[in-house]
């Protein structure tokens, strides 16, 4: 009977007999990585008995993004047969889950599909902002104004009033963050609120509890970054009931500024009480008490296909899913396609919220791979130990971190750390104490000519350009940096499925008592980390 130990073995042998054969004399080990690796082509029995799949070092020799870019192709073949997106609760995102489900059992998995409730956001036309009082003016969307997404639909016309504002640099803005800002709010106005301190939900839900038919919050101003406009989001749960925009900081200035000032919003939205789905399958082989669980996003946003965000983590996790069929693992590997990310993170922090302890006990760690194909891509990891950004995962973070490093290393390719900024679904698995880890090549942040000179590309430029945009389609990924990427989740992925020691080892130091001191000051620096994102919007 062969055991994941024998598999492993052979594996490692085949891995050295074709290393052997590769070798040319000169070669540093990373050339003849790469070289097997990332070959032309791979040979028609090598993945298919089951001994390179097994292994840390063969697996990723398996994952070819010619076979990812086959499933990239059925995304955007799904986007283009229903409205040009793959959003959830939409056609497209069903169609997108049917894929994953038939491939996945077709290759013999049982499939899960977990629905959720959730609130289906959809912009339908470009909102209109004008003064009627006391002069005639328009402004320009996107330019002064834009939605706060999950904003409620609607047309209104009031008199607007400025709410607890603290203007000028360097402010200290908490706008809106207390029902005693709107003590003397009149009933019937629009609530004119500066951004600052507590969440955008917050602010509007306080103003349309006070009598605020309409919300306009504006940037906060106290910084050069802080002044235009950007991604925001109410948040799925908001309850307030009222349209709401964000606009720049000069504007909100201006308007707070003008006596007997009155506006007209209108917002075209789509907001709905919906459901939509997860996608959850595991390998049959492997302790089902010690799961190493694995994910991506499979919705895109409503105003593309989503190709690169996030086709690029789900085709590949996909394509990762059917490779490890044939392995022998020693713990079980979970693979899960999120529903409704773009909509703030919903299916994945159901997932957890909805598991016993007990069972998220069973999870060692969670790896996250949302974006991993930009095409102006930098190679990110998410930074697990707290070395870059400060703030530290749960126990077994630094040890998943040091394993991808590790890949980068071996293939002699630069890397960096990315930062814990809840933006991923990764979130709610951080929040619950659960180690983590995984992959970024970056979204509508600029390339730095430093980033430039280490990964190549073009500075000044965003590592995404089509970032959440129409253009993220079939043409909107890099080969290169999808089939690095894939091997890194292959070469992590069965690392720990046939070991998680190193995770163990790291949790298991987390618990001795001369450790005490630091894990409550890591404890101390969670409850302070200022979160401002749940999803890929600000939500404060």
């Keep these: 009977m062969r055991t994941a130990r024998t598999t492993a073995t052979l594996g490692l042998g085949s891995l050295l007999f074709a290393l052997s054969a590769q070798a040319n004399s000169g070669q540093s080990t990373s050339e003849l990585l790469n070289e097997f690796w990332s070959p032309d082509r791979v040979g028609f029995f090598e993945c298919r008995i089951g001994i390179l799949n097994s292994t840390p070092f063969g697996l990723p020799r398996c994952m070819q993004a010619e076979n990812i870019g086959y499933h990239l192709e059925m995304f955007y073949n799904i986007a283009q047969a229903n409205d040009g997106n793959r959003a959830a609760g939409l056609p497209g995102y069903d169609a997108s889950v049917d894929y994953i489900q038939s491939t996945l059992e077709s290759a013999g998995y049982d499939v899960s599909i977990q629905p959720f409730p959730f609130t ?45 504002l603290e203007l000028g640099p360097d402010n200290a803005s908490t706008s809106g963050c207390e029902p005693e800002d709107f003590a003397d ?7 004119l609120v500066q951004r600052g301190a507590c969440s955008f939900g917050i602010k509007a839900e306080n103003a349309a509890a006070a009598g605020a038919v309409g919300v306009i919050i504006f940037n906060q101003g106290n ?63 492997g302790d089902p008490d010690n799961v190493v669980m694995t994910g991506a996003h499979l919705d895109s946003v409503f105003t593309g296909a989503g190709i690169n965000d996030n086709a ?4 590949a996790l996909l394509e990762l ?31 957890v919220n909805n598991l016993s302890d007990e069972e998220k006990a069973k999870i060692k760690v969670y790896l996250n791979y949302d974006m991993v194909a930009s095409p102006n891509f930098g190679y990110f990891i998410y930074d697990g130990d707290g070395s870059d950004f400060g703030l530290e995962g749960p126990p077994g973070s630094a040890a998943t971190e040091r394993l991808f490093e590790k890949y980068f290393e071996l293939r002699a390719l630069p890397y960096e750390g990315t930062e814990i900024s809840f933006r991923s679904d990764y979130a709610q698995f951080f929040t619950d104490g659960i180690a983590f880890g995984g992959l970024f090549t970056g979204a509508e942040v600029e390339k730095t000519p430093e980033q430039a000179e280490k990964f190549g590309g073009e500075a000044g430029v965003a590592f ?53 001191a630091r894990m409550l000051n890591a404890q101390s620096m969670h409850q302070k980390y200022d979160i401002t994102h749940w999803g890929k919007d600000w939500i404060k």
């Design 185 to 191: 709010f009149p009933a019937g106005s629009i609530a």
């Design 464 to 516: 995404d350009p089509c970032y959440h945009s129409e253009c993220d389609d079939i043409t909107n990924y890099d080969a290169e940096a999808l089939e690095i990427n894939a091997d890194a989740m292959a070469f992590v992925t069965s690392w720990l499925s046939l070991s998680t020691r190193l995770i163990d080892q790291e949790i298991e130091a987390a618990e001795e008592p001369d450790t005490g």
């Design 120 to 164: 289906a956001f959809y912009p339908v036309a470009e909102g209109m902002l004008a003064a009627t009082s006391p002069t005639s003016e328009s402004y320009v969307w996107e330019e002064d104004f834009t939605y706060l997404s999950q904003t409620e639909p609607g047309e209104v016309t009031a008199p607007v009033a400025a709410v607890d």
């Design 312 to 315: 690029s983590g789900s085709a």
């Design 321 to 351: 899913a059917l490779q490890m069929k044939r392995a022998h693992p020693k713990n079980k590997v979970r693979f899960a396609w999120w529903g409704a990310e773009e909509a703030g993170l919903v299916g994945s922090t159901y997932y």
């Design 223 to 285: 910084t050069e970054d802080r002044t235009g406009l950007t991604n925001a989001t109410l948040g799925e749960a908001y309850s307030g009931g009222v349209p709401v925009f964000f606009a720049t900081y000069d504007n909100g200035v201006a308007w707070a500024q003008t006596e007997g000032l009155e506006l007209n919003m209108v917002a075209n939205v789509v907001r709905e009480q919906t459901q939509t789905y997860n996608v959850v399958a595991e390998t049959r082989k």
